[in-house]
């Protein structure tokens, strides 16, 4: 493995990277990714007017074997990152190191050899499939295009992938409109596992899914985590899910990790108000609990990414900002009393224990000002 | 959250979806379904017959003058549809005109899609540059009139049948481009596009192998409409003279050929065959083109 590095490190700028040695390596390392989209007008001489600026400088790792959880609201920029990481978006800057390669600046051709190790597997199971193409094509697709296997060795695969998901391998030669939702979910992880890749990166494989059949889908991809030795990036809004599945979690708000960390740490003590917040408002199945838990509303709408807020991108919505929040940006750093691994970018970071209050923020004048002429907002808050 | 996994929850077995849509077998379901377009096919059929027999076997040489007294009237025994003004039998003229005005209208419709196809994927799938020059060449061919062309042709070339085609083709493949173009702007975006670029495919793959296939609906209805068009603009062209060279007969030139008969007060059945025979066929073509509307194209689906 330590060959494939070689070839793509021309320049060899980061040696220490290649150097380590493959085992102890992250799979994936996700170093200052900024995606940014234009937006331009004009037809033959554009001119760009701005851009949505939906990641801005992340930074993170995935060891192999894990699951790294990756939440936040809908918008945040979860899912350009993950099509960031698998170069299915060309990045604006930063770098995506997978298995000591740095794919970020590959050509289409280097990069297929690349994509044969990093699959993925999408949101929507009606829309991530070719209506026109039969489950055997779907599936085996990939197998063809990296020349693995042909006629009907190829077959003999697909339908052992489809067993290993759980479907029936006669139904090799129908179409995904006969399929349910969770079945043709089922056809998108066997697609994603035909190349037996290293990192699957999840992007709400359950959200559009019946909560039954999630629980399935969730089984299924832990199941083949063991079986087949592989590292997921695991991307979802629903933080009982998230936390079901994933070692380590990642809370990004408005196209920036806020707080990084363990499973159980991040959701025992949330250090970042926004974790906090998003904590707050996941569901809790307990009646009895649910009432004596508390909820921290916050004020506002998520801004626009094409205009940040400055500082800290939170401090417009934020309980504890302080006027520090708005001109200075807080680092990713470990806070005072938190294990080595567990991150937050927070000046301010909520102490164990400690109940925010649902206040309009104390900076922002317009937001309190709207949030007074309009007082029933903030009551169902957004998760 | 644990979540509870259990044999209850593998209710999943039975398909819940509808029963297969595959493009083929709904659309022709739905085809049959529909009166008109099914008397079109049907009459679409026996012509193509007819244009197969012509091509063989026909009462008597189309091109033969003499065959019969000239101005011979409808009934008259042995040439049901009488002879023209040159004393050739009409039925097989008519016979024959069918293979020029199939044969403009299969290729044209041809070299419509191909071309079409290629530009609208091309450009709906790269954008930028491409596009927005493409848009330029599409307009300027817009402003171009068929006629012209073919007159130029036929300055340059002489008469021929290939010349009428290229200058329908050429005057018809943007509204196919234009189409494909914006099928592929909006398939690209879906989400099994992603996934086969995940997977590594190439970008002639996801052309032809995933956006393809997925506009080949609207493509086959635009189709049907390049067929009749191409055909009337044919025969509008031999009507004026633009047409395929003299004794080969079509429904265009036999019109024209009846017209000073009919001013002359002398026979206007030499006229009113190949007028008919044509408007039947657009309209069987049209109503053909509709049924398949109505079939293949589900934003217009009733």
């Known amino acids: 493995m330590v060959d494939n590095t070689a070839p793509a490190n ?27 989209f234009p937006i331009k007008r004009g037809i033959f001489f554009k001119r760009q007017i701005g851009s949505v600026q939906a990641v801005e ?21 979860k899912s350009t990152l993950a099509r960031c990481i698998t170069r299915l978006h060309p990045l604006t800057s930063g770098r995506v190191i997978f298995d000591g390669v740095d794919i970020s ?23 991530s499939l070719n209506p026109r193409r039969r489950v055997g094509s779907i599936i085996g697709d990939p197998l063809a295009i990296h020349g693995v296997a042909d006629g009907g060795e190829r077959k003999r695969q697909v339908q052992e992938l489809m067993e290993v998901v759980g479907l029936n391998p006669e139904h090799y030669n129908r179409f995904p409109s006969e399929f349910s939702g ?24 359950v959200s559009a899914l019946d909560v039954s059949v999630q629980a399935q889908i969730i089984n299924l991809l832990e199941d083949l985590q063991g079986e087949f030795n592989l590292t997921y990036v695991f991307i979802a809004h629903d933080l009982a899910v998230v936390e079901h599945v994933s070692d380590r979690v990642a809370v990004m708000y408005l196209g ?66 302080q006027p520090i929040c708005s001109v200075e940006e807080p680092p990713l750093r470990v806070q005072a009393g938190d294990a080595v691994g567990h991150v937050t970018a927070c000046h301010f970071p909520v102490a164990p224990g400690e109940q925010l209050v649902g206040t309009p923020p104390a900076i922002s004048a317009a937001a309190t000002a709207f949030a007074a002429a309009s007082p029933d907002i903030g009551e169902e808050g957004r998760a | ?78 040439h049901p549809l009488g002879c023209d003004d040159l004393g050739r039998d009409l039925i097989s003229r008519l016979m024959v005109g069918s293979q020029v005005s199939l044969a403009v209208g299969l290729i044209t419709a041809a070299i419509v899609v191909v071309l079409g196809v290629s530009v609208g994927l091309l450009i709906g799938y790269v954008r930028g540059v491409v596009d927005a020059a493409f848009a330029l060449v599409i307009n ?107 004794p080969q007969a079509d429904w265009g030139g036999m019109a024209s050929e009846g017209f000073s008969p009919l001013l002359a007060g002398f026979d206007p059945y030499i006229l009113l065959w190949p007028a008919i025979a044509l408007s039947v066929t657009l309209l069987a073509f049209n109503f053909f083109g509709d049924g398949l509307r109505d079939a293949f194209d589900p934003r217009q689906r009733r």
Not at chain 1, 10 to 36: C, F, I, M, T, Y
Not at chain 1, 105 to 127: E, N
């Open chain 1, 182 to 205: 969770g079945q043709r979910q089922r056809i998108g992880v066997a697609r994603a596992l035909a190349l037996r890749p290293s990192l699957i990166v999840c992007d709400e494989p």
């Open chain 1, 10 to 36: 021309p320049a060899g700028d980061e040696p220490s990277v290649a150097a380590a040695p493959a085992e102890d390596r992250p799979l994936l390392q996700v170093e200052n990714v900024v995606k940014h």
């Open chain 2, 140 to 246: 300027v061919f817009y402003g171009v009139p068929p006629l012209m062309i073919a007159i130029v042709l036929y300055v340059l070339l002489g008469p021929g049948l290939i010349n009428i085609i290229i200058a329908i083709a050429a005057s018809s493949w943007m509204d196919m481009a234009r189409l494909v173009r914006g099928q592929t702007m909006s398939i690209r975006e879906r989400e099994f596009i992603e996934a086969a670029r995940a997977g590594g495919a190439r970008t002639g793959k996801i052309l032809f192998g995933h956006i393809f296939p997925n506009a080949l609906g609207p493509i086959i209805v635009q189709t049907t409409y390049v067929v009749p068009a191409a055909i009337l603009t044919s025969a509008f062209f031999s009507f004026l003279g633009f047409g395929v060279p003299a």
């Open chain 1, 105 to 127: 600046r590959l050509s289409a051709r280097q990069l297929r050899t690349h994509r044969r190790r990093m699959q993925m597997i999408f949101q929507d199971p009606f829309g």
């Open chain 2, 1 to 78: 959250m644990a979540i509870p996994a259990g044999p209850w929850l593998e209710y999943e077995g039975g398909t819940l979806a509808r029963q297969q849509v595959g493009l083929w077998r709904d659309g022709l379901r739905r085809l049959r379904r529909n009166r008109l377009a099914l008397a079109a096919v049907v009459y679409l059929g026996l012509l193509a017959c007819v244009c197969v027999v012509s091509l063989f076997w026909t009462p008597y040489n189309p091109n033969l003058v003499g065959a019969c007294p000239t101005y011979a009237l409808p009934g008259t025994p042995g």
């Open chain 1, 256 to 321: 920036k990790i806020v707080e990084m960390g363990e499973t159980a740490e991040l959701f025992g003590s949330p250090r970042h108000p926004y974790t906090a917040a998003l904590l707050s408002a996941s569901m809790v199945a307990d009646p009895e609990k649910a009432r004596s838990s508390h909820r921290v509303v916050l004020y506002g709408d998520v801004p626009s990414p094409i205009n940040p807020p400055s500082g800290c991108r939170f401090h417009t919505r934020c309980p504890k900002a």
């Open chain 1, 57 to 77: 400088g992340v930074s993170l790792e995935v060891r192999r074997g894990e699951t790294l959880g990756l939440v936040g609201e809908t918008g945040c920029g």
